[in-house]
């Protein structure tokens, strides 16, 4: 919370000079110096305010022997020193001013936003000093201004997604945990999908290198202003060879410039799972810190490495930046409710949201706790707090931790399936000659597993993470060995029968139905509404859980609707159904709306009390409504009714397909993520960037410094 007036105590060894403006902007008027001595105060107003170059902060009062003009017509002695500013906390540099007046201590959920945000049932807890305008700036958007929980909703997607885990480089489960208040992203020099094993909380996992000795890495991207008091990694004495013995810290402005700040020998002599200290004491903030494994115990080539560590100087750490919300118009096109927001709006929007998510975090595993101990049903009541969830830190902790709960040990040996892909390929290019479709992949493989299990035993598909081959393919008439790369191939051939990506191509497989999205060029589906194989979709779900657990992927695109149904999110006609029928959204939206003259001109004698389904078959509304016309005064009854057909069209499908996937990944677990985190999971992350491919690449005979 603000306090209405702080004070910053100077730390320089010698009088220094501040740049004092008429606004918190470089480019604003300067009209003078600020010259204060060490440990000299000053006060500022208490309310935070951030751009991308650092903290501002509003001068409330001051001595005129301080200040040094340029150019102020009236005499010095006489002037008001209020409402100039000064940057305290510069992002990139030590500052040398501190604050030192007493933080006001938030517990508890005793905090903003009782009168408006439906997040949390919050309320102010006032105190002296508070700073009320700021406060109230926080409660609640300015009056007029349009913004509800679904923009609350967005924000918080937005603010993930640019400052948080979303930007993270890691692979596996897990996304940055703690070192979220210090970096922005980490990355590694190979295995990059363990590499969220260095921060997901767990002391059993850990990050294991694969290449050259001595060429192995771990590159952490600061955050703006962190300065580093202490370094350190976890290593364990038991992994012998894999024990690293020397550790370089670099660090820089970027990998291009790049200076050694410590060499550590000798770091193998430490307690088993230690924490060993590689780097501590630092003054500067660098914008890329690289730590380097030159050398392993026994000359081993590459290492283990369970955790990265980070202790940062408190009151270097600086707020979201401004900056980040000007022109949403053109920033936010994916977040099309903000885009017609105003830019100090949204800034104060999001310092709420984020005080709130800091306070939340702090009280996370006694929430969590407490929902679990009252069953599922219940806790499915934390659902409210998922957008918050997304700028916790401590959220991944508590998943693994879920995932630990109910992982099974890996199975002693994998299952055979017998897969001919020639009359695979023969059935996807011709459905209609194979019309129970048992040559396509996914019968084949659905079939030989089906024969495994009931001979020998389940399969639990909870396995642990680095688990990553769930059955052996033999390849009729090819003579391929299968050593990964068949069963991925399998997988992937299943995840495009299901949903075929070329939308040229008839689906081969009854399971799934392509629907006309509202987003033109884009093919989602939908299961069929027809299709009573319920065995089926749960083994399709059960698939879709392994791929969360491991790190194998089946790409299913499937309409937003169905993702929310399987985790159990709210769903809704207007913001939802889009994706399945836009055509059947918009006539339902002109029917209500539409006079009795356009009513019987357009519809009357045509609309009955009848609806198609995805399907294409049509079902009566009421008894005989093929034979009964809708009236004018009745259409209101009929868009409600074809409303809610069409939203449960397939809802016994999606729920088979859930109970599948609740056999692997347990509810509770589920109630933590937003859907497009669990398709992400699911099916891989559809935007492959400049850097996702730089990661694929494998480095022969030179390290990523060379100029080659």
């Not at 364990?236 to 291009?256: A, F, K, L, Q, W």
């Not at 992949?441 to 769930?470: D, G, I, P």
């Not at 139905?513 to 027809?530: C, H, K, T």
Request: proline letters at 5%.
């Amino acid at each position: 919370m603000f306090r209405k007036k702080i004070q910053l105590e100077c730390t320089a060894q010698i009088q220094t000079p501040f740049n004092v403006y008429i606004s918190p902007d470089f480019g604003s008027t300067q009209v003078g110096f600020l010259y204060l001595h060490k440990d000299e105060l000053i006060s500022v107003d208490g309310e935070e305010y951030c751009t991308k170059d650092g903290e501002w902060f509003r001068l409330v009062g001051g001595k005129a022997s301080w200040f040094k003009l340029i150019d102020w017509s009236a005499p010095t002695s006489s002037k008001n020193f209020d409402n100039l500013w000064i940057m305290g906390l510069p992002r990139n540099t030590v500052p040398i001013l501190k604050c030192v007046s007493k933080p006001v201590a938030l517990t508890s959920l005793k905090l903003i936003d009782a009168d408006y945000s439906k997040l949390l049932p919050l309320s102010i807890e006032r105190y002296d000093g508070a700073h009320e305008a700021a406060i109230d700036r926080l409660r609640s958007p300015p009056k007029g201004t349009v913004w509800g929980i679904d923009h609350d909703e967005e924000l918080c997607k937005y603010l993930e997604s640019s400052i948080s885990s979303s930007s993270v480089a890691v692979g596996g489960l897990g996304g940055l945990g703690k070192l979220k208040e210090f970096v922005t992203s980490l990355e590694v020099s190979t295995n990059s999908d363990d590499a969220g094993h260095l921060t997901d909380g767990d002391p059993d996992s850990y990050w294991e290198s694969d290449g050259t000795a001595g060429a192995h890495w771990i590159r952490l991207w600061m955050k703006p202003g962190t300065v580093i008091t202490k370094l350190a990694v976890r290593i364990s004495r038991n992994d012998d060879s894999y024990t690293p013995t020397r550790i370089v810290v670099m660090g820089g402005s970027s990998t291009e410039s790049l200076r050694k700040l410590a060499d550590v020998s000798g770091v193998d002599e430490r307690d088993t799972n230690a924490d060993v200290p590689i780097l501590t004491g630092s003054t500067e903030h660098y914008n890329v810190v690289e730590i380097r494994f030159k050398r392993n115990r026994n000359d081993g080539i590459d290492c283990r490495v369970y955790a990265v560590v980070i202790h940062s100087t408190s009151e270097h750490t600086i707020g979201v930046s401004r900056d980040l919300f000007l022109e949403p118009r053109k920033t936010m096109m994916r977040y099309p409710r903000l885009q017609l927001s105003e830019t100090d709006v949204l800034y104060r929007r999001a310092q709420a949201l984020l005080r709130i998510s800091h306070v939340l975090d702090s009280e996370l595993n006694f929430v969590i706790s407490y929902f679990q101990s009252r069953g599922n049903s219940v806790f499915s009541s934390l659902s409210v707090l998922k957008p918050l969830l997304l700028l916790s830190t401590s959220r991944w902790s508590l998943i693994n931790e879920l995932f630990k709960r109910v992982e099974t040990p890996e199975p002693s040996d994998r299952p055979k399936v017998y897969i001919n892909r020639r009359l695979a390929m023969e059935h996807r290019a011709d459905p209609s000659r194979d019309p129970t479709y048992k040559n396509s992949v996914f019968s084949q493989v659905y079939e030989s597993l089906a024969a495994e299990e009931r001979v020998n035993r389940l399969l639990s598909y909870r396995w642990s993470t680095k688990y990553n081959q769930w059955w052996e393919c033999k390849f009729l008439s090819e003579g391929i060995i299968d050593q990964g790369g068949g069963f991925r191939d399998s997988l992937a051939d299943i995840a495009e029968e299901l949903n075929p990506s070329d939308s040229s191509q008839s689906v081969p497989l009854p399971f799934f139905l392509r629907v006309s999205s509202a987003d033109e060029g884009s093919d989602f589906y939908i299961p069929n509404p027809s299709c009573m194989q319920f065995a089926k979709f749960v083994w399709i779900g059960k698939l879709m859980g392994a791929c969360f657990r491991g790190s194998e992927h089946c790409v299913l695109s499937l309409s937003a609707l169905v993702w929310k149904q399987l985790i159990c999110e709210t769903v809704s006609w207007h913001r939802d159904y889009p994706s399945v029928d836009a055509a059947q959204v918009k006539l339902l939206d002109e029917i209500e709306a539409c006079d009795q003259q356009t009513f019987d001109d357009v519809y009357a004698g045509s609309l009955t009390w009848t609806t198609t389904l995805s399907d294409g078959k049509v079902i009566d509304l009421h008894k005989n409504g093929a034979f009964s016309p809708v009236k004018y005064s009745e259409r209101r009854e009929w868009c409600a009714e074809v409303l809610r057909v069409r939203m449960n069209e397939c809802v016994r499908q999606i729920e088979a397909i859930r109970r599948g996937l609740l056999t692997v990944v347990p509810q509770p677990l589920l109630n933590l993520l937003t859907w497009e985190e669990v398709e992400k999971r699911i099916c891989g992350d559809p935007e492959v960037t400049f850097e996702a491919l730089k990661k694929c690449i494998r480095l022969e005979d030179m390290t990523p410094d060379d100029n080659q």
